[in-house]
């Protein structure tokens, strides 16, 4: 279905929305103080590899880190 007045189908919606996603995952993981700098290096490759799931995984698994080092 086309979205006339923006000019996007939902395709071309979801894929914005996933590299917007993507780029704030990855942007989040070299940032995160929670995660050594090891850590960060294969987070970023990863997501780098495997682009929406990496980033997807690094949601659920990798992002919560910084909750725990926080206290």
């Known amino acids: 279905m086309h979205l006339g007045f923006i000019g996007f ?6 894929f914005l929305v996933a590299g917007v996603f993507w780029v704030w995952m990855l ?6 103080q929670g995660l050594s700098d090891l850590e960060k290096l294969i987070w970023v490759i990863v997501m780098i590899f495997t682009h929406f799931l990496g980033a997807l995984i690094y949601f659920f698994v990798g992002r919560p ?5 926080a206290q």
Not at 9 to 14: A, N, P, Q, T, Y
Not at 65 to 69: D, E, I, L, M, V
């Open 9 to 14: 189908g939902f395709g071309e919606l979801f």
């Open 65 to 69: 880190k910084t909750k725990a080092a």
């Open 27 to 32: 942007v989040h993981a070299i940032t995160n």
